[in-house]
């Protein structure tokens, strides 16, 4: 994440002294209250004032049926964010009833995770969420047509148009920011954070994905786990899952490991640590991850259907499947190595052992944010935090990555039971769309 987003946009400064967030120490909120040094201070919904979020709507028609919606995704990282805000989209309609329209700039890597997209669609209805292709800046929008709430994904800079006629409603729409995911400490101070307009009679919030109940949790759905645990208890399921992509019964007695990455990682010198494990492993990668790595591997360009074995590694590279799937390959899988937020987002819900692939940026700030949350997480032990560190390039030249990984090997089975224990930690903290809606029950209507 760029952090010069937020910092543009940080809130007024009073006497010297920045004005402090409305972190909640639960997943209620009050947009009212602003003491985040207080971690025990409860936040409510006040009694006395009805919902808010209808009186945010712009016309009576609104105000007595779903609050409406619209999120703003701008893809960046391929498929992490439109797979973030896709995810967020779909649990916001399905289990909160809200109209939601999902504005997406990019709709050919929309369709590699959703192949009901339609590319030339300038409009398009897809599980019950309205998907609109986000051209451009340019457009006149209407006053009449704005939503309750208006969310913009990583600072994404939505058209100026459609904020000019946000502030032309009466009442005019909760304004969110949705940030990127850390479990750097300082987002504590700044989730839920106003950012006035410079010249629009707008508020904007900062909204926090996070770790802790002082941030707004993570996007998880509320069947999530249970579909999950009904997977792993069917002895078949993971087996006829896997079936589809030419992992057969013997293959099964593997280790099974997932490869979602950027081509900088080690992965050359992973692939030979396995080849001389003397334990069979089975590497799934997706068409077209690990670059000259993985097509080196197989002497044929990496297809979906092209597989190869050398040593005690076979490599099958697999079609990138729908969101339902992707959590299926994880659950199916022993280890999984994801990359970006929304995989990495996912590992955690997988409650498996995974290496995360942080999204490189500028001065490596990503080793700043990577050493964070593995300081924050306790299934990183450290046998994991090695090989992540490495992974990530963050722990010098010198680095044995075959050594690194038998160490991890010889630790999975605690790590798997402390990730399991980091899932219920997680799940303590509610849900990132049930929050950000409680959230945004409590901004006071502008009119």
């Not at 022993?334 to 990359?339: G, K, Y």
Request: net charge negative; aromatic share 10%.
């Amino acid at each position: 994440m760029a952090d010069s987003s937020l910092h543009e946009f940080i809130g007024p400064v009073r006497n010297g002294i920045r004005e402090p967030s409305l972190a909640a120490a639960n997943p209620l909120y009050h947009a009212d209250q602003h003491d985040c040094g207080c971690k025990n201070a409860a936040y409510f919904l006040p009694s006395n004032i009805p919902n808010i979020l209808e009186m945010h709507s712009t016309t009576s028609s609104q105000a007595s049926h779903a609050i409406s919606l619209a999120l703003f995704c701008k893809v960046v990282d391929n498929y992490g964010d439109i797979g973030i805000c896709w995810r967020l989209a779909r649990q916001l309609q399905k289990e909160h009833g809200v109209i939601v329209t999902l504005w997406v700039d990019d709709l050919k890597s929309f369709r590699r995770i959703c192949p009901e997209v339609a590319t030339d669609s300038e409009t398009q209805e897809i599980q019950g969420v309205i998907v609109r292709h986000w051209r451009d800046q340019e457009g006149i929008f209407r006053a009449a047509d704005m939503p309750n709430i208006v969310i913009e994904f990583f600072a994404c800079d939505i058209p100026p148009g459609y904020i000019k006629a946000m502030s032309e409603c009466t009442p005019r729409p909760v304004w969110l920011n949705l940030e990127g995911l850390t479990a750097e400490t300082w987002v504590e101070g700044c989730h839920t954070l106003p950012s006035p307009h410079p010249q629009l009679p707008l508020t904007k919030y900062f909204f926090f994905p996070g770790f802790n109940q002082r941030t707004g949790g993570l996007q998880v759905e509320s069947d999530l786990a249970a579909r999950r645990e009904a997977f792993l208890a069917d002895p078949r399921a993971a087996a006829d899952f896997l079936a589809q992509f030419g992992v057969t019964e013997a293959g099964m007695d593997a280790l099974k490991v997932s490869l979602f990455c950027y081509p900088q990682a080690p992965i050359t010198a992973l692939f030979s640590a396995w080849q001389a494990s003397g334990h069979a492993v089975i590497c799934l990668a997706p068409e077209g991850v690990g670059g000259d790595a993985v097509t080196d591997f197989l002497g044929q360009p990496s297809i979906a259907g092209a597989h190869a074995t050398r040593g005690s590694l076979t490599v099958r590279v697999i079609p990138f499947v729908p969101q339902p799937d992707y959590d299926k390959l994880l659950w199916a899988c022993d280890v999984n190595f994801v990359r970006g937020e929304d995989s990495f987002v996912r590992a955690q819900w997988a409650a498996k052992p995974f290496i995360w692939h942080i999204y490189p940026q500028d001065e490596n700030l990503h080793h700043v944010k990577l050493k964070a949350f593995l300081h924050t997480c306790p299934a990183a032990t450290e046998s994991l935090t090695a090989l992540a560190l490495a992974w990530n390039g963050a722990a010098g030249d010198a680095i044995d990555v075959a050594a690194l990984w038998r160490d991890m090997q010889a630790d999975l089975p605690n790590i798997a039971r402390l990730s399991m224990d980091w899932e219920q930690v997680l799940l303590a903290n509610g849900d990132l769309a049930t929050n950000l809606l409680k959230f945004a029950e409590t901004v006071p209507p502008r009119v």
